[in-house]
């Protein structure tokens, strides 16, 4: 893998970085460095790093803002890409939005009710990036991504392909979509509503003061797990009496018991056992085995 990885960096040359920590990338703000990584800012270093990983055959992970990720504190034995540049551009035509992977998802709501467009104001809560969102299908507020993506541009970086593909192709579902490892999102396209600025604005605001009234700050990556069927994975936690809770250098908040919150400095691992402590303390107490809404990355993943 050592001598894959130097061949890429080769081909890379100085977009490539070695040994780059990942924790100041993520909003846990802990965890390992990534053996090389690339800042991609335009489509020819995109297609440039594709090439590069298609040939060497290296692992790779698109780290995004990183608000919805936990690295080992071992770290990433690949490549790490993340997007910038260009692909945090907006254009809004009429009721069509496109944004690139790296935009803002608090930018294109934000953007979107300035130009009198609606059915956005939901993803002003949601600090990650558009490629990231379509990526797990995020949501809130009663809404989602796929009520209003209709395609995306997706580079595959294991082969090369670089296209715009349909949203009903992408099987999006709670939390949920057919995007592989590897398949960066560029952009994505969105088909909003004619609306009324003042009223989405006035929206946003209430979003954004729901949040800071019902959900903690800090050093944490939003909902820890998936919500059950018919019931709430926050309701489960504190049920069980996990809510507080703490492993090492990471605690369950005592605002919202879905939330892990990670100590200044502190450590990716514990959040991990953390996470598997309140896995086992729900399924013994409830018999609900909750599924994680986190990416992890460089963990057990039989655990």
Do not use: C
């Not at 919805?68 to 939005?97: H, M, P, S, Y």
């Not at 069927?229 to 369950?252: N, Q």
């Amino acid at each position: 893998m050592t001598d894959a990885l130097d061949r890429v960096a080769t081909r890379l040359g100085g977009l490539a970085r070695r040994d780059v920590p990942l924790g100041h990338l993520t909003t846990y703000r802990v965890g390992g460095a990534a053996d090389l990584f690339v800042t991609v800012t335009r489509a020819s270093e995109l297609r440039a790093v594709a090439h590069a990983v298609a040939a060497e055959r290296v692992p790779t992970l698109v780290v995004g803002r990183g608000s919805n990720l936990l690295v080992a504190d071992v770290g990433f034995r690949g490549l790490a890409v993340q997007l910038a540049g260009e692909f945090e551009a907006v254009a809004i035509d009429g009721t069509t939005v496109t944004a690139g992977g790296a935009a803002s998802l608090p930018v294109v709501a934000r953007q979107s009710a300035a130009a009198g467009v609606t059915g956005f104001e939901w993803a002003v809560g949601v600090p990650g990036s558009i490629g990231g969102a379509v990526r797990m299908n995020a949501g809130g507020h009663g809404s989602d991504m796929a009520a209003s993506l209709t395609r995306v541009h997706v580079v595959d970086l294991a082969t090369g392909e670089d296209g715009w593909v349909a949203a009903d192709r992408l099987a999006l579902s709670y939390r949920h979509s057919a995007l592989g490892p590897t398949q960066v999102v560029a952009a994505a396209e969105l088909h909003l509503a004619t609306g009324d600025r003042a009223t989405s604005e006035a929206e946003i605001a209430e979003i954004v003061r729901w949040r800071r009234t019902h959900q903690p700050g800090g050093q944490n990556a939003g909902s820890v797990f998936t919500n059950p069927p018919g019931d709430s994975a926050g309701r489960l936690i504190e049920a069980a009496g996990a809510k507080g809770l703490r492993v090492g250098s990471a605690h369950v908040s005592v605002k919202h018991a879905n939330f892990i919150q990670a100590d200044e400095g502190g450590s990716a691992d514990d959040v991990w056992r953390l996470m598997q402590t309140v896995r086992a303390t729900v399924r013994e107490s409830a018999g609900v085995d909750l599924e994680p809404e986190t990416r992890l990355v460089g963990f057990d993943a039989s655990t």
